[in-house]
């Protein structure tokens, strides 16, 4: 497929998802809601992985760099961070690696107790 | 002069070239320095910030070219269910560790937060726009700003605990001793989200896919949870 088209493709599909995101009750991100219906459609096969492989291999391999603008944005909040900025720190950095945590053993509990099950 | 300059500042290709440029000079020190805080995200953020502030260029001027950038996000989170597809035996066949996981780290998240908050006697307005913090920016924004947190912090603080799981995600595999890829990558996308998901993808495929799993899930659970504080 062109370029172009796989393009098409997933616009196209994100498209779509802010207009879902729009129409449900809940708040919902268009982002998630894509992700969910590109999802779908590669599962039914509606859209196979060669119509959109070279686009998302760009978006994917470079997907820490779309950050850099909402970063550069931090700029716009500094007077209000400055206002609460200990316990914001606090709560920010130190909370992740707790999280980080909690959910890997989580996971691997879970695991060894379905493997026990099994034997 | 200060006109074409004007001209110039305001024009979406200064956004988009001050934040290519910066990119490639961050990915260039982390390359030189091996050093986990030189992240190119950080490095090339910081670069542009002190940019702007040394030539007193308005934030909104380089929003010009930068809202193009953020718009590509969606896009790009978007595409992550190609990485999910990849997976898709693996993930029926370990379906209850990845779920019970997301839950785990989405009521950790919110259960130590507002323990924070009320230790550190935080107003109510930060502690809802902090309750969010480790799900996806939009989600969180959504989440914040229905239950009237400042979204500002939010934004702040999705991107704090972002760049922070992405900076130090092999770090945290080593100290608490995860050696599972796929406890591994739902950890990640836990407790940073779509930042920390573009790292897992560095770590591994399996990481990645688990990863953009984990960051749907719990930016869901997350939504319906808050619905009932």
């Known amino acids: 497929m062109n370029i172009m088209g796989e393009l098409a493709i997933i616009f196209g599909l994100c498209l779509a998802a802010e207009g879902i995101s729009a129409l449900l009750p809940i708040t919902m991100p268009a982002s998630v809601i894509s992700l969910l219906l590109l999802l779908i459609c590669l599962l039914t096969g509606l859209i196979k992985e060669r119509q959109i492989q070279r686009a998302s291999d760009f978006f994917i391999r470079n997907m820490a760099f779309f950050f850099v603008a909402p970063c550069v944005g931090l700029i716009e909040h500094l007077p209000t961070l400055a206002s609460c900025l200990v316990p914001f720190l606090i709560i920010a950095v130190f909370t992740t690696p707790l999280i980080y945590a909690v959910t890997a053993w989580a996971v691997q509990l879970t695991m060894r107790l379905c493997r026990r099950k099994e034997h | ?229």
């Open chain 2, 1 to 229: 002069m200060t006109e074409l300059f004007e001209t110039l500042r305001s024009s979406a290709f200064f956004g988009l070239a001050l934040s290519c440029g910066a990119w490639c000079f961050g990915l260039w020190v982390q390359k030189k320095t091996r050093l986990v805080l030189c992240n190119p995200l950080v490095i090339a953020s910081a670069l542009i910030i002190l940019l702007l502030s040394v030539l007193h260029i308005p934030y909104s001027d380089y929003a010009v070219g930068g809202s193009l950038i953020s718009l590509m996000l969606g896009p790009a989170t978007a595409v992550l269910a190609l990485n999910i597809c990849h997976e898709k035996q693996r993930l029926r066949e370990y379906f209850l560790p990845v779920f019970v996981g997301c839950l785990v780290g989405t009521l950790t998240s919110m259960g130590l937060i507002l323990l924070l908050c009320h230790l550190l006697s935080v107003e109510s307005t930060i502690a809802a726009a902090l309750l969010p913090k480790s799900v996806t920016t939009a989600i969180a924004l959504a989440i914040s700003e229905s239950s009237g947190g400042i979204p500002g912090i939010t934004a702040a603080a999705v991107i704090v605990a972002g760049v922070v799981g992405a900076m130090f995600a092999p770090a945290f595999a080593k100290i608490f001793r995860v050696k599972d890829p796929i406890a591994e990558g739902i950890a990640i996308g836990a407790c940073s989200h779509a930042l920390g998901t573009a790292k897992a993808l560095e770590i591994g495929e399996l990481q990645g896919a688990m990863s953009s799993i984990s960051l749907c899930l719990c930016g869901i659970l997350t939504s319906i949870l808050c619905l009932f504080l």
